[in-house]
């Protein structure tokens, strides 16, 4: 039986007082397996960037980005378990979403890591228009008149719990707990594995996109806050060692890391041992169907950790339901709610 | 008007008669611009794996690896020009594939280069019947029982040009002069750019698979001849930087380097340029337009360079016809000598 | 006028009760700047591997590596101040050290990064011999005869303060608030400058090794517990964006990242600032100098990142004495300090 | 009994006619095994840069940069066969060297490869007054006032032999066949290992830097014309896979591949082959000695594959004579010819 439970960030707190870390945060609420979660995310810049003339290096504190709903202590959740978060819905809150360039961050920019003596590419904001009914993000060029309305495609940029070893990380990061993925994957429909290292799971997620681009190349998707319905669940004592997801059509592994290789080799690795497990299939078997099924789109090379999909179509691999079939089951569950 | 020229090559020819490098080979015929050019090519082994038996480190010579039909001297290319090749049809030739793993090759193995003191996995082969008139590949399992029909998707792994600086590279490898790029995008369909580095341009292709995974993950596809019919042309005075491809619904960019994120940085600035150029945005509005609709499907993680593509659909390209339109001209071009 | 301050840990502690993170832990001393620091940590296993017949695997907890000792509360250190260490004395404290090989750990292995399905190096334990008096280590092979003495060169692995973002990071991550860097250049002698992220600094140090190799190549250097005494000082207002060393013939930058072309990358983009700082040269003037004049000894390719060092004699930099020439003050007060 | 053979390339010859690849030209003289090859070589821009006010961009052809002296025919070289350089003399032609940073080129600006849409560094030359006698390389500063005398060290950038697969490679690139490695320790007293690929070897060589800092940081070094003695022998019938030095007090093994840290592990899994078959260790015992001995001093970061070199202290290999003590016996031949 499914509960409901909805949680209600205070709209008027200081960007101060959100959480920026997966681990050493305090649970915001308690909630138990089998909850519908109804909640909602800031952007990643808490709001602050609202005009093409709103710069983040100005309106922001670098200390205080990509805010986070959470974290939620999972009831009965412990380490060695798996919690599982099916997203029932992900609606933009707003009738924009911004983008912008930042100084030092982005693919095709140095940054403080890829360290070099060149000069920053220019700071910039563009303003979307979200359009929910039409399905719609618009587009506008700053410095000519180039206007395209794209597909709206809401996603959430970070998800995931709190690290294992006592670590807490930045919201900016992605890890084997998940965090800041930034796989467009990520959508309403989808059902994300996460392994839990801590009691409660201390799960947390933000980083509405109202769409994103593979790689997230300059760094800034259309940023946008987002009215989020997830339902949870947990699997006692089924480990789950990087964040997978599924869909009705594909199972997912993912990887991050640097280089962008070992994110790859992460995700690829995963996905080999998890189809040798479901078809009962040699490891050599799986690495043979896994290499001529794959598909490999790449979620972010911007983050801290740069982040890879393997994803395979489940038409290629007869008869896998993974984790018991609860992908199913939620589905089921989140459109009987939705019916409601 | 547009001619036609078969180039048989021999099938009884032993391997080490055939080209294993882009330069450093003499052309084997000389071509026009406007030339349906029609061939085949050898599977990567030179047809030496054959059954489940056979192991590619007993039956092949290693000097002798992806054998290419060409080069090809086309009359008028000179550095600064670029190759226009149109893939009119990708037809394997036999009722059979071939995949196998290799002794340190693969992503998920070390290798020569990721040198580690690891004993090498298993070196294995498998045999895929291809059924063309079903358009299916057919995966049977070493060790169990498990058949899967996979969808038949012939591509070419390798097509290129001579490299520029006087060099000769392997055919085993990618790079901005095309090479072993391995990625699925090359299929029938598809117009492929390259950039001409040496007068003549001296193409020529190789390495049919009868399907990919994006990554080619353990290094080998469903390797297979093909005969295979590619529409050439030349476009003057127009340099390409990197391989750039196009179909009726999207434009590409490739990158090949190590380690992953600079293939991927190269195909997404190229493509920031390209859109820039083809839209007259600002460098700053095509690197956001594109960072917002780019699919980043990895090509291969295996070669000697890493290959990434940076795609994104023409529909969110308002107008954008490359390169003249010339794609739309070959696609009808083609359509003609078929129905011929 | 410097202090001292001795402290002492319970040698009989469980591992639990350890502190394993950089951020995240209460400070178990206060100190004032100036003050003499004595005591000891333990070595990375906690003790446990004592004879070649300890496995790592099987006598070692994974959640309890590399424990620090600390973490102390420097008096008057915040943000944007610079802590200095200088390290007056680093001495084994047994007679023995240990090193192994560890599943899946080390550079010439694959891992879980750098995932690879081949089957793990054998685990193996060496025990060397250490004499004090002698300066000697005692290398003895395990499958055959061989022993050979090397220097004792004892250095710490590990030191750091708190991280910045209300992060905590594990002590097997090196990063720009130190940690575990593995540099053999961290010996008797040195002063390190570490940039100051939280109030207090919370510094913490430990994994001594009685000499590594560069690059710390298998991952476990000749670990072993060390009685160590450090001169502890701050610099108000001046903030340091990556640790550096300082000795009487170098200076020296780190970097932490991966790949390792990054950390080579971040090394000497901050030894060209600082070069660029204290000589007044303009930028593309001392990139020009630190080009032709430093050394880049690799400091680890085995941690979660790995660390390089930009190292120029100060014989190349004529009349630099950074951060106002307290690296010379503190040796001073050393030396009268071991002369007490 | 040792031969003499002097080869005097034509000062006057256009750049053009220079040897720009390993690989792919044909030789221009042969010798015997134990002949003393005297010859010079041109400084890496043809001598095109000579003034402080002469760009590389501007004077210098791109296709004609990195000219080698060579190739020479080593008689009765065949692949397996390994060929020994010894360095018997390399003294600088000129009474100055040149050094610049060059757009988009070097290690701490973005690059074809490390692709980003900032704007280049500026172009700039440094020339170098060099004092054979004094033993000294003078700096100056371009913005102000600095001039620092820093230690002659002369050295090779560029030394190899014609690559394996039949490829033809631009010297602007090291790899297994040596090449671009730019590395300090190629510097007279030194002798270099190099594996054979194709018959003759071909070796040639050249990029004479009066000295330069580990990684080559800007992409160039102090650049000269060389005098160059080398003593030519060939080992038949041992392989060696990648390059490899030798001096009286160190063995050493080169990598070169991206990321840095694959050139590494290349260099280091070399060295544990090399110590395990000299010392009769087994491969574990010898990942261990080489771990806590090996220095890891970067070559290059800057060419088209990074360079790596792991150096282990002979005094740390008891008895080790590698090839057969062939380096003590080219050592005491260059030291009667030089009394000669």
Redo the contacts between chains.
Sequence with gaps: MASFFEYAPDPDAPASQLV??F??AEPVAQIAPGTFLSTWTRDCFNGAVRTVDDLPTQVTDP?YLNPQTGPFYVEGAEPGDTLVVHFVSITPRESWGV?T?VPFFG????T???????????E?T?IYGIDRAAGV?R?E????D?V?E?PLDPMHGTVGVAP???????S?TPGSWGGNMDTPEMRAGATCYLGVNVEGALFSFGDGHA????????????ETAMDTVVLIDLIKGVPTPWPRLETDEYVMST?S??????A???S???M?GWVAAE???????A????????????AN?VDND?T?VAKVAKA???GVEPYGGIHARLRAAAAVWKRR
């Design positions: 920026y870390t681990g050493g200390r983008s360039t693919a095709l920019t140095s403080p890591r890829t360290a070099t003596l060149q000069a920053a590419l220019g910039r563009w993000v587009y060029a700053r410095d000519s180039l395209v794209l294992p070893l006592g670590e807490a990380r930045s900016l769409r994103q681009g593979e790689g997230e190349t300059c760094g800034v998707a259309v990887g890391a640097r280089p962008l290789e070992d790859f080799r992460i690829q690795a995963d080999v078809l009962q299939l040699s490891i050599l078997d690495y043979q169907l896994v290499s001529q099924t794959s598909l490999a789109p790449i090379v740069y890879c290629h691999l007869p």
